[in-house]
């Protein structure tokens, strides 16, 4: 048997169900003799201690941090509550719930009641409570998502899923015919969590463009970077397609007559930016009444009477993608059947083409970034701004009337919202800590690189550099179709923003809830409330009930872990971390002239140090001209971008985060390159060849 002891901080002396502070945690071990026996003990976060006057009342103060990793019980006293625990459950006959206190060297018992609440959570359950059901042994699963990368918390994990699983009902019904992607009778579609970790079916997304069709592959290749080949993946996805039977006389006439579907994907193809003023605008004006509430219910209630507010805003993304999707489609099948087949001229053509895509929302963020830095070197100098503590250079760009200080703030404005991980709605944006863009402006400013004016080569011009000659109804396909493409790239970049600033407004609101379950005492800190979910808010709100704070506390511990998770691009059956038995990732034998192969975003050619970041954190350490290796990029990472010679990253496709603002920077970037942050090293030196899609280890050169 075993024997936990869930114990409050000797500085406090709040009642023990309270939840105003993490518990430390001790496990004793019942031999077979009865003898108990000290296992372990797990130090709860303690940062406040709340202490008794003399006159009466209480006071709170901060504990000194020397204090803070200290347990609240000895060894000794945890093995004697554990003794008198074994006691009680005698008396009883039964297991008990026991409260207790210690004044001096005198335990009080305080209440003994029965266990109604079963087994204690374990690690396993907190890991899978909210894994989506497998529906199949051989379903294939994929995180070739950019915007959801790592664990992405409780919380955000249902806002998603309700949200999206609202949009996706909407689109159905406006298409008026099925999409498996998007419709499921059973089971969640779309966007689905393991381990914490948003994923996607990886059948029902390529099948709704056929299988073995050029608009499926161009799909494929938008996505995933690459064109899926596995047998048994593509057998399953054909087990996806319905089988069509051949039509009846009255089917066929009515096929023939139905014209209202092609108009209907005509219209989307065209106009689906068309109500991108109005969404914006309505964006911008939405009172956000639940800001305004005094108490946490009146909060809660005012935030679930939003679910729907946003929709036209998150729309407007999917419409944009899904047409940019297309326009992209219709390209790649023009140079594949230039070219006869597909292979790397063909990327390395496609992703040339798209160069054209200028003055994206998501390229403009390293551009401000830049101008930002540019100025702050002419109006303080780079060597001051530098030397500042991020405190001091915040503060100067928040207060400043110099123009460094208007395009900060400005920035802020436009951007602000933005931040890693963007649909998680715990995470912390650019406008909440400005001091996350502060480092960034610090390197910029020292780097002190020149704006770069970049041409737009005209579309002759583009044709003049493609591996292939072109026939006559290409060119003019081509001239049809680009500028297409570059206004519905455009578009989605755009919609995006919309789409996070829709998160954003949420993130706000239950921020605003957090705070006040603090003050009226039903939550212990504003974290917490991220690590619920929105029933468990509901009952908080009704009960305070201890058990609830308790499983929060479990989830929180957990994060980190589920956060270092790392998994395959495409995994077939129950998804299952490569690391999670061993935290470590494997090591590579060192291969000095390694040489790997991806699919080409952006020409050009960059030699140079790399630089592996698998974090935020480690990209931080980017010196200007290194070569940056990653798992892959989102909005985060954009900053960075500008002081970089080349980008790689191991998931991605052609519209990607790092191939759109790459391609805007003439950046040479490869992505699909499975394998580059375990394969190469910080320090190693490098080339990049964004043409052919490789990546080579060189000889350091002699210094």
Request: include cysteine; charge should be negative.
């Given at each position: 048997m075993t024997l936990y002891l869930s114990a409050k901080?000797?500085?406090?002396v709040l009642t023990v169900v309270s939840g105003s502070v993490e518990p430390d945690t001790f496990t004793l071990r019942r031999k077979n003799n009865g003898q108990l026996k000290f296992d372990s003990v797990l130090v709860g976060t303690k940062s406040q201690r709340m202490i008794m006057q003399g006159s009466g009342g209480t006071v709170t103060e901060d504990i000194d941090e020397s204090l803070r990793n200290e347990s609240c019980l000895s060894k000794e006293n945890a093995e004697r509550l554990g003794n008198i625990a074994i006691q009680i459950e005698k008396f009883y006959k039964t297991t008990r719930d026991i409260e207790w206190g210690i004044v001096?060297?005198?335990?009080?018992?305080?209440?003994?009641r029965p266990i109604t609440s079963g087994a204690a959570v374990t690690e396993y359950e907190i890991k899978?409570?909210?894994?989506?059901?497998?529906?199949?042994?051989?379903?294939?699963?994929?995180?070739?998502?950019?915007?959801?990368?790592?664990?992405?918390?409780?919380?955000?994990?249902?806002?998603?899923?309700?949200?999206?699983?609202?949009?996706?009902?909407?689109?159905?019904?406006?298409?008026?015919?099925?999409?498996?992607?998007?419709?499921?009778?059973?089971?969640?579609?779309?966007?689905?969590?393991?381990?914490?970790?948003?994923m996607g079916t990886v059948a029902e997304m390529i099948v709704r463009y056929g299988v073995d069709t050029l608009a499926s592959k161009g799909f494929m290749i938008s996505i995933f970077g690459r064109i899926l080949e596995d047998p048994e993946l593509l057998q399953f996805a054909y087990g996806k397609v319905k089988p069509k039977s051949k039509p009846s006389l009255c089917q066929q006439i009515k096929s023939q007559l139905n014209v209202k579907s092609k108009l209907k994907y005509y219209w989307d193809l065209f106009m689906y930016d068309f109500n991108y003023e109005s969404a914006k605008k309505g964006l911008e004006a939405h009172p956000l009444n639940y800001l305004k509430k005094k108490t946490a219910k009146e909060t809660f209630t005012a935030i679930l009477k939003t679910v729907s507010d946003f929709d036209e805003a998150i729309l407007?993304?999917?419409?944009?993608?899904?047409?940019?999707?297309?326009?992209?489609?219709?390209?790649?099948?023009?140079?594949?059947?230039?070219y006869g087949s597909i292979n790397t001229d063909?990327?390395?053509?496609?992703?040339?083409?798209?160069?054209?895509?200028?003055?994206?929302?998501?390229?403009n963020i390293p551009t401000a970034m830049q101008e930002v830095a540019r100025q702050v070197a002419k109006d303080i100098g780079a060597k001051k701004f530098s030397s500042m503590s991020i405190e001091e250079a915040e503060k100067w760009l928040q207060e400043t009337s110099s123009v460094s200080g208007q395009k900060f703030r400005q920035f802020l404005k436009r951007h602000g919202h933005r931040c890693i991980k963007e649909l998680d709605v715990q995470s912390v944006t650019w406008e909440m800590n400005p001091k996350l863009l502060v480092k960034i402006l610090q390197n910029l400013a020292v780097c002190g690189k020149e704006e770069v004016k970049k041409e737009e080569d005209s579309v002759d011009k583009l044709f003049s550099k493609l591996h292939v000659s072109l026939s006559l109804l290409s060119k003019c396909l081509l001239r049809f179709v680009l500028p297409n493409c570059r206004r519905a790239i455009r578009a989605r970049e755009a919609g995006k923003s919309l789409t996070i600033k829709s998160y954003h407004n949420w993130r706000k609101g239950y921020r605003h809830l957090g705070k006040l379950m603090v003050l009226e005492g039903r939550l212990p800190d504003?974290?917490?409330?991220?690590?619920?979910?929105?029933?468990?808010?509901?009952?908080?709100l009704k009960t305070r009930s201890p058990n609830i704070i308790s499983r929060a506390y479990h989830r929180r511990k957990m994060h980190p872990t589920l956060e270092n998770y790392k998994?395959?691009?495409?995994?077939?059956?129950?998804?299952?971390?490569?690391?999670?038995?061993?935290?470590?990732?494997?090591t590579h034998e060192f291969v000095a002239d390694l040489v790997m192969k991806g699919i080409p975003v952006c020409q050009g050619a960059a030699k140079g140090y790399a630089r592996v970041a698998m974090s935020l954190e480690e990209a931080s350490y980017l010196k200007p001209g290194e070569i940056l290796i990653a798992y892959s990029t989102d909005i985060g990472w954009s900053p960075y971008f500008p002081i970089i010679s080349g980008v790689v990253t191991e998931l991605g496709g052609l519209i990607s985060h790092g191939a759109v603002v790459s391609r805007e920077y003439g950046l040479p970037c490869v992505v699909g390159l499975q394998g580059a942050t375990k394969q190469f090293r910080t320090g190693d030196y490098v080339l990049l060849d964004g043409k052919k899609g490789t990546l080579q280890r060189l000889p350091k050169p002699d210094l």
């Open positions: 901080s000797k500085f406090f001096k060297d005198d335990v009080y018992i305080l209440q003994s899978h409570e909210f894994d989506a059901p497998l529906r199949s042994e051989n379903e294939y699963f994929t995180i070739a998502n950019e915007v959801m990368p790592g664990a992405t918390s409780p919380l955000g994990i249902e806002i998603i899923q309700k949200c999206f699983g609202n949009i996706f009902k909407k689109i159905v019904i406006s298409k008026g015919v099925p999409d498996s992607f998007l419709k499921s009778k059973y089971y969640a579609s779309g966007l689905m969590s393991h381990y914490n970790h948003m407007i993304q999917y419409d944009s993608t899904e047409s940019s999707s297309n326009w992209n489609m219709y390209l790649f099948r023009i140079l594949c059947h230039a063909v990327y390395s053509d496609f992703a040339n083409l798209l160069a054209i895509s200028s003055n994206t929302e998501t390229a504003e974290d917490l409330m991220f690590y619920l979910t929105l029933d468990e808010i509901d009952e908080l998994f395959m691009e495409i995994m077939k059956g129950l998804p299952k971390p490569v690391n999670e038995e061993n935290e470590s990732m494997e």
